[in-house]
């Protein structure tokens, strides 16, 4: 047996193992699809022909078997993918599940709402939609369905905490996560209305303190309104461009400036995705629906060369692919050079790990890279404030 045949039998036993619903052709064309791209590295349907073993003869052939694929509405990703990364998430119930939520742009055409799970350093697709929009800032309605299916998906977990930047900060997802019982760490915009001590609302950048504090207000009222209360941290951090405000509904201490950093793993994510690992914006698909069964494809790769590299990882077998002393790259590069060295030196395929909550080695390319990140958050002054509501004379 080929190490292709190799790697797409674990990848169909996985796929037929979880997702029983699914018409079995489906399962092997998409099994197919995933190791070609693990071996490729490329969101082609036109460079997975080498990486495939069939009776075609031609590479139209072998093409055609995809586009269909990307054609068919009668394939859900969510049945597909879904029961795979639960299975993956099933030592996670005891753990706090962050989740980061943000949107990228493809070609300035499609926008990708995306929530993934923030997981030993980097972040792990969850759900996914496209749209056909050509901002990155999108509203509450379209984002909305993304987070209701999460929430019945995580209903077992009791601690969930949603992440999200300036875009996502308004008055109907604040809502929607107090109905949910979520936790949330949201950056808010420098325009937005606070009302703290002061008997009128101030907008949030007037609250910015200088260079090395941070400020935590406690019972804050937000918009114009003030009905929605939650807690504030305001800090100027050094080396960053600008200055935080991060509302949650936790206590304000300096945990929530670390929380929220969870939310930059995703844009790691999508760097993995553009041009870090696979080359999303070179497929030639302009479609929303076929985006997002395209991404299936990027997904499910992303997930099993993840948990190949925390299998590499937990076997002792990392500095075979890693050449730093500890841990330098991230679990889906080791995973992706062991499944490299599967093909082209004969490596051992290894069998499966759920992911990991923690992790049991932190990833730092130098040690001037782990210095900075040591030091890369710390204050002079914290000061902390208590606000009361109060009535505005007429």
């Not at 859900?76 to 949107?103: C, E, F, H, N």
């Not at 800032?137 to 300036?166: G, I, S």
């Not at 009905?227 to 509904?249: F, I, M, P």
Request: proline letters at 4%; one cysteine or more; charged letters at 20%.
């Amino acid at each position: 047996m080929t190490t292709s045949t190799h790697l797409y039998g674990q990848l169909f036993d996985q796929l037929r193992q979880h997702s029983r619903v699914c018409d079995l052709r489906h399962l092997k064309a998409l099994a197919w699809m995933v190791s070609a791209l693990l071996y490729s590295g490329e969101l082609n349907l036109a460079a997975w022909e080498p990486y495939v073993v069939s009776r075609a003869t031609k590479a139209q052939s072998t093409e055609r078997r995809w586009q269909r694929f990307m054609d068919n509405f009668r394939i859900s990703v969510m049945a597909i993918y879904v029961p795979l990364v639960l299975a993956a998430l099933s030592g996670w119930k005891q753990q706090r599940l962050y989740l980061a939520l943000d949107t990228t742009v493809l070609w300035d055409r499609f926008c990708m709402i995306h929530l993934s799970v923030v997981c030993c350093g980097r972040a792990v697709p969850l759900l996914w939609r496209v749209l056909e929009h050509s901002s990155a800032t999108v509203a509450f309605e379209e984002y909305q369905p993304v987070l209701r299916r999460a929430r019945w998906l995580l209903r077992h977990h009791p601690d969930v905490m949603l992440l999200a930047d300036r875009g996502f900060a308004n008055q109907q997802l604040v809502k929607w996560l107090r109905q949910s019982h979520w936790h949330y760490a949201l950056r808010l915009p420098c325009d937005v209305l606070i009302h703290t001590t002061r008997r009128y609302p101030w907008m949030v950048g007037v609250l910015y303190p200088p260079l090395g504090e941070a400020r935590l207000y406690e019972n804050v009222g937000l918009w114009l309104d003030g009905e929605h209360r939650c807690n504030l941290v305001v800090a100027t951090v050094q080396g960053a461009k600008e200055s935080w405000a991060v509302v949650t509904d936790e206590p304000p201490t300096l945990q929530t400036l670390w929380q929220y950093a969870f939310r930059f793993r995703v844009e790691e994510l999508f760097l993995d995705s553009k041009s870090g690992a696979f080359e999303l914006e070179d497929s030639r698909l302009r479609s929303a629906a076929t985006l997002e069964r395209l991404y299936l494809v990027a997904a499910i790769a992303l997930l099993f060369a993840t948990t190949q590299g925390m299998a590499v990882q937990l076997a002792g077998l990392r500095q075979q692919v890693d050449p730093h002393w500890r841990r330098g790259i991230s679990y889906l590069k080791i995973g992706l050079r062991w499944l490299q060295g599967v093909i082209y030196k004969g490596r051992t395929l290894l069998p499966c790990v759920p992911l990991l909550p923690n992790d049991p080695e932190a990833c730092f390319a130098s040690l001037k890279a782990k210095h900075d990140y040591d030091d890369h958050i710390w204050f002079h002054r914290v000061r902390s404030v208590v606000c009361k509501p109060v009535s505005i004379l007429n």
